[in-house]
């Protein structure tokens, strides 16, 4: 016969822990295999996201994975060039959010932050609204452009007074892998730096902003909310 306190507690883990835990569970799955979001704090991404927005991930959007792994169940798409992505970094495994821009297959080459895909110079225009980024201290002003990945028209910020990676030889993509790029072409870590990205550790696509806090002063950036990702 069991005493009264091991009764309090069997009643307890059926009615109270017990539905909790399924309800916990539940929900870290379907962060994990289905829908989440990701804070920016960097500046990696700029104009197009901003440090202090956080971003909603579909993880759907290409294919459904085993919860906590990265074990494909089914796929029904690949990333395209263009999108922006979440994934680990081959470097140290750290969740990044950067721009697709070799596929498979692809030859690519830069030479002064112009990009050349497959023998093709990606073209380049200035753009016609004015777009937000972190203020610079430099003494040239950062330049916004407007590129365009297989008619998909987005910004990317250039700083003419940095010594960066804008230019590297002739590479080819493996098969499996892609190559990925931050729109702030002089101050991201990405593909330059660390290599191809194999298509596995590709965790979904960021589609939109879902709310944005300007980063030192946390007030709302409100024309932000919601904004869809190009």
């Known amino acids: 016969m069991k005493s009264a306190p091991k009764k309090t507690l069997s009643s ?4 109270w822990i017990y539905p909790l835990a399924i309800a916990l569970l539940i929900a870290s799955s379907f962060k994990s295999a289905i829908a989440d979001w990701n ?3 960097t500046g990696s ?3 197009t996201i901003l440090p202090g927005d956080r971003v909603f991930v579909n993880k759907l959007a290409y294919d459904l994975k085993v919860p906590y792994t990265t074990w494909t169940v089914a796929k029904w798409g690949e990333p395209q060039r263009g999108d922006i992505v979440v994934f680990f970094s081959p470097e140290d495994d750290k969740r990044l959010v950067k721009r697709v821009v070799g596929l498979p297959g692809d030859r690519l080459s830069m030479v002064d932050n112009q990009l050349q895909i497959n023998g093709e110079p990606i073209v380049y225009r200035k ?3 004015i777009f937000e980024f972190s203020p610079w201290q430099g003494p040239l002003l950062p330049r916004v452009l407007i590129e365009n990945l297989s008619g998909y028209p987005h910004p ?6 940095l010594i960066s990676r804008n230019s590297f030889e002739p ?3 493996p098969e499996g892998n892609y190559f990925m790029l931050g729109d702030n072409r002089d101050l991201s870590a990405d593909s330059r730096f660390f290599g191809f990205v194999p298509r596995d550790q590709i965790v979904g696509q960021a589609t939109s902003i879902v709310i944005s806090r300007e980063k030192s002063f946390r007030s709302p950036r409100w024309d932000r909310f919601f904004k869809d990702l190009i």
Request: a negative charge; charged letters at 25%; zero cysteines.
């Open 12 to 15: 307890l883990a059926k009615g």
């Open 39 to 41: 804070d920016i704090p």
């Open 45 to 47: 991404m700029e104009p």
């Open 127 to 129: 753009p016609t609204e």
């Open 156 to 161: 990317v910020l250039l700083h003419p007074d």
């Open 171 to 173: 590479i080819r993509v």
